[in-house]
């Protein structure tokens, strides 16, 4: 079982800038802290929200990373994000209000809970909330459309660059290494991410390794030729948007 939330603040979060509280101004964030200050934290392998599950929060994770998991009505499943920190979790419910999709932590995580009803309110009364939460939702759309060029018209080699440069990136903007990072996520995960076998992602990472573009060490990746990532990825040097 997670633990029960627990009070946090905005103020010393580590990755404040990059969720809700980015552009808001400290007595804006005191006021969203009256409503968004639990944390909750949930153990590897454990759910956030299942499909079928009510809308009632956004998650704002704090450390740790998610996959976001589709079921399709043959059953079978379809990973369509991986989630690191100063992200949010559980858009997908806001049209319908019941969650399509289900979050699992790929690794002991912790995330702050946004009760979604009082943040709209608040969002009223504070333009820059308003603004941020659609900024957040247009991104979103913007991801969506990404994945479906990396998935539609990429060979195998090209979407694992992209996905790998892809994460190098979004830690960077983290203030970590852009350059040695761990890969929470399973060969099999990427695989299904990709639409991949699992067997090619793992033979591709030899190859990379043997070209020397990168080094693999279990889950922890080191990325040697950055320039030679990002031209197998098609992004000619320079980091790709968010997969």
């Known amino acids: 079982m997670a633990d029960s939330p ?12 990059l969720c809700l509280p980015a552009g808001l101004s400290l007595a ?5 802290e009256q409503v968004t200050g639990k944390k909750k934290v949930i153990k590897a392998g454990e759910s956030l929200y299942r499909a079928g599950d009510s809308f009632q929060n956004l998650y704002a994770i704090r450390s740790g990373s998610f996959k976001n998991v589709v079921i399709a009505a043959d059953g079978d499943t379809q990973i369509t994000h991986f989630a690191l920190p100063g992200e949010l979790l559980g ?10 999709s289900y979050a699992e932590a ?8 946004l009760p979604f009803a009082q943040l709209e309110v608040l969002a009223q009364q504070v333009p820059a909330l308003q603004q941020q ?8 759309l913007r991801k969506e459309n990404e994945i479906l060029m990396l998935l539609g018209k990429r060979s ?18 983290r203030g970590y290494s852009p350059n040695e990072f761990i890969l929470s996520m399973s060969r099999t995960d990427i ?3 990709l639409g991949l076998t699992a067997e090619t992602v793992s033979r591709l990472f030899t ?3 043997k070209q020397g573009v990168i080094q693999v060490n279990g889950r922890v990746v080191q990325i040697q030729n950055l320039l030679g990532l990002s031209e197998i990825a098609g992004t000619h040097c320079g980091y790709e948007g968010e997969v």
């Open 191 to 193: 695989a299904n991410y």
């Open 106 to 113: 790929l690794e002991d995580s912790s995330v702050c809970l």
């Open 133 to 140: 939460i659609y900024s957040i939702f247009s991104e979103e």
């Open 6 to 17: 627990v009070a946090v603040s905005c103020s010393n979060c580590s990755v404040r800038r």
């Open 207 to 209: 190859r990379f390794q």
């Open 156 to 173: 195998a080699d090209t979407r694992l660059a992209a996905l790998l440069m892809n994460i190098s990136s979004r830690y960077a903007c």
């Open 91 to 100: 858009l997908d419910a806001y049209s319908t209000r019941v969650h399509s």
């Open 28 to 32: 804006e964030i005191d006021r969203l």
